[in-house]
């Protein structure tokens, strides 16, 4: 018990520190020798708050088969749940962060960010990774928030009087912030959590900015029109104004009643986070205050005013973010008012103004927003909007990624190798268009014509270009892939709206878990179930689409398509832990290969390691490699260019180690596969055994069989993440599709 005593005393010690630490009571003065220290980091508004929020937590380049990108930290969730991260959408991201920046730019928020795409492509999982940087970054000290509220001491605090009246000294208490609660007869919150500098008039409050400027030696900084022409909330003016005629204009008595805090950003109780649902309701309002316990504490100056308490989402979202989720899905007239309020950053209420300083961002999906387009009011909107799509993934790893994260940890059942892959597959070739060649230069116009949807579906994933291929039409074909992904993006019906979405295939993978054919979560099971999605036309608009040559929209087929890549990378798997050849083999055969060609290319001889002398360059190994890589005209011209890559890959990369497989990873594969090829019967004859021994049945199997059977199991449930189970399935399903088919 003594135990448990002393647990909870640690973790009380621990909450009471960090309660101190996080709640910062201080004084006005205290506050503007704090402002002055870092006077940049408090004069932020909410969208300079938001773009330093994102530039906090970092970026990274991602490399992409159609070139590097700039992803944002924020969105990857390391400081709370990696699960919830947000997979890909870099080009949104970027997008989002310069329309924020813009912003800043221009001194005051003065758009509304509206991210679209269809439903389920991670527009709300975006908005969420916002809101929870937001809320972590304003826990930080780079990120500390202050607000303010009014104090009013007892009758005994204050001498008398409770800070109105004559009686109120100079030599009196500096302030009544550090009072305690016992002390305190009456507070009034600002509930817009006016910053403190606008209790300033705006006269002194640009010298007090300008000279905190001037002291850190910060002359290129515009403070925000917020900090320049903004006033206290109408609640706050009436108080301030009571006060300034009771203490004949000083300012100091005034102040004296100010104390500040430090606040967190927090979404749960709606402080500076604030979702608005698309239900029809107004988003700010006032009422007149009546029933507060503190009205009758309060002074006799402020018992005689009518107070007012502003409520609402916009409210509560000050100093943050407001998101309106599907917000074209309530009537146009319930935020027909944005139209004056992003202008003006204005909100008009019953009794007073209330002005924003709030980030406005939205939420719909195609549909919507296409409907929207056609209502005589969108004109007007339209320029108070940016626009921001937010479409399905294009790129299968990273829709693999997106289930891995979020789904396979929640099952319940061992998750078998390419199962995932499968599924991830599927999704993206139901999202891939025909390209239009006629769009492309002539060398690969009839290339592009020809490229078929699996083709696409890899070139898009790691840059894998359809063989036969000469190196000049490979290199042209990914120069084109920013061309390609952008070609439908001017319309409605741009690549990326149209497909199945995470919803639906996480509904695939959670059937296919249930699968009671199988004890994990098999690619095999993941199929059938992709097979019966295929066959539900009338439940899944996306799978009416009209078929194009080239296999696009060809949902029934697609399936195959994928069993087939399932299978290969099986057989991959399968050859690696049979231990026919040494993975690093292939690698060392093209780095071999590399070498000899660049001593051709540039008429060298090189050094042999084994007679340590100078010899010609090995044709005989070089031209059996090309055979391999599938090349049988323009050598030369590829020789030449594979350099060339090599040397624009070393300069792009000064100072590190370029190997030839970072540089042709295709080219190890096709090595890796003609071997295969070369030996796929001895691959067979190592599965036979193993799923022998699997099932039981190994006692008629000679001892080198065995041998080798127990070899290959130990390394597929090793090293490839297969447990027995899936390794039996995964060998049935190989033996009877690839190599037992009579």
């Not at 096709?670 to 193993?690: G, I, S, T």
């Amino acid at each position: 018990m003594a135990k448990i005593i002393d647990l909870f005393n640690e973790a009380a010690d621990t909450i009471t520190k960090e309660y101190i630490q996080q709640r910062q009571i201080i004084s006005f003065a205290e506050y503007l020798a704090e402002f002055a220290k870092g006077p940049k980091l408090h004069l932020r508004d909410a969208a300079g708050y938001l773009l330093d929020a994102i530039d906090h937590f970092g970026s990274s380049q991602v490399a992409q088969p159609w070139g590097t990108q700039v992803r944002y930290k924020i969105f990857d969730q390391e400081f709370a749940d990696p699960s919830e991260r947000l997979v890909g959408q870099e080009t949104a991201q970027n997008a989002v962060r310069a329309a924020i920046a813009g912003q800043v730019r221009d001194g005051r928020v003065n758009r509304l960010i509206l991210i679209y795409g269809p439903n389920g492509s991670a527009k709300s999982t975006f908005i969420k990774c916002l809101f929870r940087g937001l809320a972590h970054y304003s826990r930080l000290d780079e990120g500390a928030l202050y607000r303010f509220r009014w104090i009013f001491p007892t009758r005994k605090t204050s001498h008398g009087t409770i800070g109105f009246g004559a009686r109120l000294k100079r030599d009196n208490l500096a302030s009544f912030a550090h009072l305690e609660d016992d002390q305190i007869d009456a507070t009034v919150e600002c509930e817009v959590r006016d910053h403190p500098l606008l209790l300033l008039p705006k006269d002194q409050r640009l010298r007090v900015i300008n000279h905190s400027l001037e002291q850190q030696g910060i002359t290129d900084y515009q403070a925000p029109d917020h900090f320049m022409e903004a006033s206290l909330c109408h609640r706050c003016r009436q108080v301030a104004d009571a006060l300034m005629r009771t203490h004949q204009g000083d300012i100091r008595k005034v102040l004296a009643h100010i104390q500040v805090e430090r606040w967190a950003i927090s979404r749960r109780y709606r402080r500076g986070l604030v979702q608005v649902g698309p239900q029809m309701s107004a988003d700010a309002s006032q009422r007149q205050v009546t029933a507060d316990r503190n009205l009758s504490a309060l002074p006799i100056e402020l018992q005689n005013m009518t107070l007012f308490e502003t409520f609402g989402p916009l409210v509560d979202g000050a100093g943050g973010m407001v998101e309106f989720e599907d917000m074209l899905k309530r009537p146009i007239d319930a935020f027909k008012y944005l139209l004056g309020t992003i202008e003006t950053g204005e909100v008009m209420l019953g009794q007073s103004i209330l002005k924003l300083n709030t980030v406005l961002l939205a939420t719909t999906n195609d549909d919507m927003l296409e409907a929207f387009r056609g209502h005589h009011e969108f004109p007007s909107f339209r320029d108070r909007l940016t626009l921001v799509p937010v479409p399905y993934i294009t790129q299968r790893s990273s829709e693999q990624r997106i289930y891995e994260l979020q789904l396979v940890p929640n099952l319940g059942r061992h998750t078998a190798p390419h199962a995932v892959a499968a599924v991830a597959h599927w999704a993206v070739l139901s999202r891939l268009h025909k390209p239009d060649h006629n769009n492309y230069p002539k060398p690969i116009r009839n290339i592009i014509k020809k490229l078929t949807v699996k083709e696409k579906c890899d070139l898009y994933n790691d840059g894998t270009c359809p063989q036969g291929l000469s190196s000049e039409e490979r290199a042209l074909l990914r120069e084109s892939l920013n061309d390609m992904r952008a070609e439908d993006s001017t319309g409605w019906a741009y690549e990326g709206r149209y497909g199945a979405s995470p919803r639906l295939i996480r509904q695939v993978l959670l059937r296919a878990s249930l699968s009671d054919e199988f004890e994990c979560l098999s690619p095999f099971a993941v199929i059938e179930e992709l097979k019966q999605l295929a066959t539900k036309v009338r439940e899944h608009p996306f799978l009416e689409r009209e078929k194009e040559d080239g296999g696009y929209h060809h949902h029934d087929a697609f399936a195959d398509i994928v069993e087939d890549q399932v299978l290969d990378a099986i057989e991959n798997d399968v050859r690696s832990a049979s231990g026919l050849v040494e993975e690093s083999r292939y690698e060392d055969l093209l780095t071999r290969y590399v070498n000899h060609v660049s001593h051709v290319v540039k008429g060298e001889k090189l050094l042999s390691e084994t007679t340590d002398t100078y010899e010609e360059p090995d044709e005989s190994m070089m031209s059996s490699v090309e055979k391999k890589l599938g090349l049988e005209k323009n050598i030369k011209e590829f020789r030449e260019n594979l350099i060339s890559r090599i040397a624009a890959k070393a300069i792009e990369n000064p100072g590190e180690k370029i190997s030839p497989a970072m540089v042709f990873p295709e080219y190890l594969r096709r090595l890796k596969a003609a071997y295969f090829e070369e030996n796929r019967q001895k691959v067979a004859a190592a599965a036979r055994p193993a799923l022998a021994i699997l099932n039981e049945e190994d006692k008629y199997l000679e001892k080198d069989e065995k041998k080798t059977g127990k070899m290959l199991i130990k390394n597929l449930t090793k090293s490839d993440n297969y447990c027995k189970k899936c390794t039996r399935d995964a060998l049935v399903r190989l033996l009877s599709k690839r190599f037992d088919k009579k």
